[in-house]
């Protein structure tokens, strides 16, 4: 169905969250709250009156857990099992990544959401899809948690698409931190392009633009660093002459969008300056990708990553889901 966007969401992803002892945790349950009303106003904010054929269809898709060997095609086996073992409890995985008692479950959970929305466009039964999951996961390496991230969400989600059919995935990456995981992942792999935008130099201190993949992989990855105090001109100009020229080239069955809004220029963890109506343009250059691949057939799933003001993020969520609710 053409005309469709499936979200995924579930209470799980509230059991997430650090101690309350101290200031919050950037990455918090609020943030989640946001994202969700943020969608609902999307929603709510077209106009009901428009004819039913005009508009996109909503679907509340029901998650599920991935499995063991699911997460294997991107994660190790031992990796796997040692996140398994924190669950019930509250630590540290690195100096920024904590686990709750429901952290694990979470993980798992929002990963399997991804693979799930997957399903519904490998089906046709879907062209669009929202994941509201956490943790977020573009820093999971295979090996390690990483930057607020337990479980690389993109990166099985990708994974999963190619080894159900997906002939090429892209995977577009604007968080303002670069996504070392998800580029290591498939660093090698010529049918996963990775596309990211970032600030650099910054956390995690990757993403140079000479990185470009290894191996038979060489050229499927694309890093378009920003400095510090760029905002919607060079971010714009970035995804015009640059990621958008290689994901034509590229051809995709799939678009994967790292949606971090952690470029705001109101965001506490960055010194970049993105607008709400630059992250709406982005938004729209990915679309109209989709709308001209393969006669309109190729699908977008966004998946939350980054995004630490919450005014900030609801205003960059609204606006990007908003986009992906206007027919092409």
Known sequence: MENTIAVVWDPLFMEHAAEGHGPPHPERPERLHAAREAVASAFAGKDAAEAPEARRIVVDLPPRDASPDEL?????????????????RRGYLDADTYYAPGSHAAAVRAAGGCIAMVDE???????????????????????????FCLLNNIAVAAAHARANGARKVAIVDWDVHHGNG???????????????????????????????????????????PQPAGSGDREWLRAMETQVMPALHAFDPQFVLVSAGFDAHEQDPLSHTRVTTDGFRRMTELVDELAASRCGGRVGVVSLLEGGYDLDALADSVEAHVGTLLDPR
Not at 80 to 87: C, I, N, W, Y
Not at 189 to 213: I, K
Not at 215 to 223: D, M, Q, S
Request: aromatic share 10%.
């Open 121 to 147: 466009l490998l089906a046709g039964r879907t062209r669009y899809g929202v994941a509201l999951t956490r943790p977020p996961g573009h820093h999971a390496r295979p090996g390690s948690a990483m930057g």
């Open 72 to 88: 294997g095609r991107v994660h190790e086996p031992r990796y796997v099992e040692e996140l398994s073992r924190t669950a019930g």
């Open 182 to 224: 998800t580029q290591h992942v498939f660093e090698s792999d010529p049918t996963v392009f990775y596309a990211s935008l970032h600030q650099f130099p910054w956390y995690p201190g990757t993403g140079a633009a000479d990185e470009r993949g290894i191996g038979a992989g060489e050229g499927a990855t694309l890093n378009c």
